[in-house]
């Protein structure tokens, strides 16, 4: 049984979003900089389905089964261009980091894809130093891919096909 689940996001999340969002070092790995005031946690909310230059973001909470406690996030994003694809990402509190919840929710994350039967490729990118995250998705059988997009991160991808 699943340890966790996700969930829709709620305005009554902001002041967790928040605490864990603002944390310089739960964020340092992240491609965003820290929240900075509880309006952007709101403004997180409320962006959590998000269609922008035809691409659709979905960001839903991670929630904890047993305590109902809000630790982070997921997003799936889809480009339009590439109904075949999605990129995934995730980000949980610092206080939660090295318990195994990383490994899980990538696999809850792939498990939802495969039900979607036009997804053929999900991508991932993670910051080099984020050593953690590496081992996570390549745990969940993501393989590195070379890429010169950006010499901060490593692109994994996985193939569903």
């Not at 080099?128 to 998705?137: C, D, Q, V, W």
């Amino acid at each position: 049984m699943s340890r966790i689940k996700f969930r829709n996001l709620q305005l009554g999340d902001t002041k967790k979003l928040y605490e864990i969002y603002s944390d310089k070092e739960a964020m340092k790995f992240r491609g965003s900089k820290p929240m900075e005031s509880i309006e952007d946690a709101i403004i997180f909310v409320q962006n959590q389905r998000m269609a922008e230059n035809e691409v659709l973001t979905i960001r839903k909470g991670i929630e904890l089964v047993e305590s109902r406690e809000l630790i982070g996030s997921v997003m799936y994003r889809y480009r339009d261009a590439s109904v075949e694809e999605c990129e995934i990402g995730y980000s949980i509190g610092h206080a939660f980091w090295g318990q195994g919840l990383g490994k899980e929710i990538v696999n809850i994350l792939v498990s939802d894809l495969r039900k979607n039967k036009t997804i053929k490729r999900i991508i991932a990118w993670s910051n080099r130093e984020n050593i953690a995250s590496i081992k996570i998705l390549e745990k969940n059988n993501f393989h590195l891919v070379e890429q010169a997009e950006s010499t901060m991160n490593k692109l994994y991808v996985m193939n569903l096909s």
